[in-house]
Structure formats: structure tokens, C-alpha cells
């Protein structure tokens, strides 16, 4: 399941070396604008700790961890919304992402030229999301313009419709991001039919120096605090580390992290703030054959974790073998589990937690 995260951006800002690092996909990285056309995609796997207890516990022959899709996309520029630039591309390729990692460049660096001839994170911010409400004011506009007749009519639906269109309409007026609307769950619904860009997930990547990367700088203070008005995160990014990190063994990278006074990379707090955007958690299979880490929603009910597995396993969900993974390790696997008594059925009610171990049975 994982999820698909755009990495956006203005030209320049470093949104291609960042996607280059996270998964050693080569493209190309050059200092012009739009060097980004067709978006990039790549899969990068989610580190996890326990997996690899898992692994080990269980002696197994193959290891699977869960994989994150991160799609790079075209930099935009101001009057996108209307077409200037890549403006159209890069919005029919944002609203097929479940989230957007904004990159904003927090360096100084005259070899890199900027858009706007100027290092602002502020008002860089400020154009890329401004062009999304712009042209989601425009489908809004638009739907309500559709739903206005039919809710004169009395069809109770439409009227209900209308007054959420409404709703975002100001919201957008206002400069405010559709995701910032409090609705109920019609209104939601209402929400994902729209596709609105601005009502998807954000999270901030400040791309700093690499002198910058322990201690920030004011620029990533100043993005930090309008962040805040949006109740969004910001992930502190050096797109220069990240780039020799990818070239390293694991040994050479936990040392170079050492040296520089970092406890991970700038790709794992990358992946863990996207995991708690999106409310993801993952569960795991063990066995000899293979230990395999599977990514849900937090919420999701065991039959429906069955079908990210395999579409038949919900079909034919019977019940789900359950041991926590702190009880899995405590217990040195299954069998110690079982004597333990801390092995579990569970039915289609329930639902999967954060490291459950788990094994399925199903009708065929």
C-alpha cells in the first residue's frame, strides 16, 4: 500500500538532487529551470528496525520491506494555475499523489541561480500555494455553478453540496487551503471528488547547507512559523549530504552520520513525518520463506490488511493470527508466544496495530 508522495517545488530549489538521493534513480539534475518535464518516479524502501529482528528471529531467506513511491514533478512557477510554465502538467500530476513534500530552498549558493533572483522560503511558499488555490477556486467555482440549479430545486443533496462549496469557496478567498475546511463526512467525501490540490497532505522539505543541516538557519525559522499557521511540519533537508549518503555502504553511512552529529539521514525523517501525515503503520508476516513488512492506515480492519496482501485473502477472510511484535520478540517467536498465551485469534472486527505480527487465514 505504502502511499505516493509528490516532491514539488519552484525550479531550482534542489527537488531533483533531493528524489536522486532518496533512490539512486540517475535522472537528470541540472541548473535550469523545467529541467524536470515527465515526472520521475521511484520506489524507495522504508527502513525499519524491527524488521529486521523479525528477520533475523525468524531465520529467514527473504527480507521485504515496505516501499514508499516518491514522484519528482516539474517545477512550477508563478501563473501556473493558468498555464504559465509547466502549469498544466504539474497539476494533473500533483492531484494523482496522495501527499506533497514542498521543497523550499533555505541556502545560499550564487552558482545556483533562483527563479526570482532572490533566496526567499517565505514567498517561495507562498507561489506554489497560491497557484494550487487559484486553480482550485476554479473547480470549485465551476461545481458550484453545476450544483446551484439542482439545489433551487430541492434536491436536499445538492443543498447540502452547495453549502460546503460555498464553505471552500471562502476558505480559498480567504488564501487558506481546502485541507484547512471543517467538514462532516459528506463533506469529505465532497472533498475527495473535487481532487483538490490544496486539500491534500503537506509537509515542508527545507533544503539547507550542509554547515546548516545541526542548527537551521532563519530562513528555515521563518518557513517553520508559517508552517505552523497551516498546522504543517517541516522536515530539515540538506540535499548535499543526502546526495553522498546515497553513494555510501551502510557502514560508511551510519560513520559519515556520525561525523557530522546526525543520528539518521534526512530521507528516514522524511519517510517517518510522511507515515504520521498520512496515519500509516505497518504490520509484518514472519516466516522461514519470508519476512515481509506490509504499510495500512491506521484504522484498517484485519480482513481489509488481508487484502493488501492478496484481494483473495479478504474474500475469504476467516481470522487473523495475531502476536504483537514486542510479545513476538519477548517470547523468541511463535511457539514462545503461544506457550505465553500471548498468540491470538481475532476476528473482522478487529483492528490491526502498529508491529503486528500477523498470519491470515482465508477460504479459497
Not at 494555475?81 to 502549469?87: A, D, R, T, V, W
Not at 556520525?258 to 522524511?270: A, T
Amino acid at each position: 500500500m505504502g502511499f505516493r508522495c509528490g516532491i514539488v517545488g519552484l525550479p531550482n530549489v534542489g527537488k531533483s538532487t533531493i528524489f536522486n538521493a532518496m533512490t539512486s534513480a540517475g535522472i537528470e539534475s541540472a541548473n535550469y529551470p523545467f529541467c524536470t518535464i515527465e515526472p520521475n518516479i521511484g520506489m524507495v524502501a522504508v527502513k525499519d528496525k524491527r524488521l529486521d529482528k523479525l528477520s533475523a528471529m525468524a531465520n529467514t531467506r527473504k527480507k521485504v520491506p515496505a516501499q514508499m513511491e516518491f514522484v519528482d514533478i516539474a517545477g512550477l512557477v508563478s501563473g501556473a494555475s493558468q498555464g504559465e510554465g509547466l502549469g498544466n502538467q504539474f497539476l494533473a500530476h500533483i492531484r494523482q499523489v496522495d501527499a506533497i513534500a514542498h521543497v523550499v530552498r533555505c541556502f545560499e549558493d550564487p552558482n545556483v541561480v533562483h527563479v526570482d533572483g532572490r533566496i526567499d522560503p517565505v514567498r517561495d511558499r507562498e507561489t506554489i500555494n497560491t497557484e494550487l488555490m487559484l486553480a482550485d477556486l476554479d473547480t470549485v467555482t465551476r461545481r458550484l455553478d453545476k450544483t446551484a440549479p439542482r439545489a433551487r430545486s430541492g434536491d436536499k443533496k445538492m443543498i447540502a453540496q452547495l453549502e460546503v462549496l460555498k464553505q471552500l469557496q471562502d476558505i480559498l478567498d480567504e488564501g487558506r487551503p481546502a485541507r484547512l475546511l471543517e467538514t462532516d463526512k459528506d463533506g469529505k467525501n465532497l472533498l475527495r471528488d473535487l481532487c483538490l490540490l490544496s486539500a491534500k497532505p503537506v509537509l515542508y522539505v527545507a533544503n539547507v547547507a550542509e554547515e546548516d543541516i545541526a542548527a537551521g538557519n532563519a530562513m528555515v525559522e521563518r518557513l517553520k512559523e508559517e508552517a505552523a499557521t497551516e498546522n504543517a511540519v517541516v522536515v530539515m533537508i540538506s540535499g548535499a549530504i543526502e546526495e553522498e549518503l546515497s553513494s555510501m555502504t551502510g557502514e560508511e553511512q551510519m560513520e559519515f552520520l556520525s561525523d557530522m552529529g546526525m543520528k539518521e539521514s534526512g530521507l528516514v525523517r522524511l519517510v517517518r513525518a510522511g507515515y504520521e501525515l498520512l496515519g500509516l503503520i505497518n504490520f509484518f508476516t514472519v516466516g522461514e520463506k519470508e519476512t515481509r513488512a506490509w504499510t495500512i492506515r491506521k484504522g484498517t480492519l484485519a480482513p481489509q490488511a488481508a487484502g493488501v496482501i492478496h484481494t483473495d485473502f479478504e474474500r475469504g477472510f476467516i481470522r487473523a493470527e495475531v502476536i504483537a511484535y514486542d510479545d513476538f520478540i519477548a517470547c523468541g517467536g511463535e511457539t514462545g508466544a503461544k506457550e505465553k498465551g500471548v498468540w491470538r485469534l481475532e476476528g473482522k472486527d478487529y483492528e490491526i496495530k502498529d508491529g503486528d505480527c500477523v498470519n491470515f487465514r482465508f477460504n479459497v
